[in-house]
């Protein structure tokens, strides 16, 4: 949703062009990251393109960007931003959700083997 908007404001003519904002979903290392970045355009010498630089946007909250983070964005994006920053900060709370209830798998399967392993030691040392 975001990018369809993005992309349909590029054009010299559009109002509000270019806009700055970008927001990056991916998994790395098996985490999943939510991010946003402000893109910064530098003239390249001897042409008519530009360089992207992206800075990585901070998040402050718990499980969403502060609206403050985008004070700067065109209005046509700060509806859009709105709208999926919502959307991700859902995604960002099942997520953590999730990783937590990986943990407490982890903690029982850990603990289930140890104390079966304590009984079966207990019966060899005590037979009845």
């Known amino acids: ?6 992309v349909a404001h ?3 003519n559009s109002e509000g062009y270019p806009g700055h904002f970008g927001c990056r979903v991916r998994q790395r290392n098996k985490k999943l990251e939510i991010f946003w970045v402000y893109n910064e355009f530098k003239s390249k010498k001897n042409s008519d ?5 992206s800075h990585y946007l901070p998040r402050e909250g718990n499980y969403r960007y502060s609206q403050s983070t985008f004070t700067r964005a065109q209005d ?4 859009v931003i709105t709208a999926v920053e919502d959307a991700f900060s859902i995604i960002r709370r ?3 959700n999730l990783m937590r209830v990986r943990q407490l798998c982890r903690w029982n399967d850990t603990n289930l083997f140890k104390m079966t392993g304590d009984i ?3 019966k060899m040392d005590n037979p009845l």
């Not at 949703?1 to 993005?6: A, E």
């Not at 393109?49 to 630089?53: D, E, G, S």
């Not at 046509?76 to 509806?79: C, D, H, L, V």
């Open 10 to 12: 590029r054009g010299k």
């Open 94 to 96: 099942a997520n953590s």
């Open 76 to 79: 046509w994006e700060k509806s």
């Open 49 to 53: 393109k530009y360089q992207v630089i």
């Open 120 to 122: 079966d030691d207990f």
């Open 1 to 6: 949703m975001f990018w369809l908007n993005n």
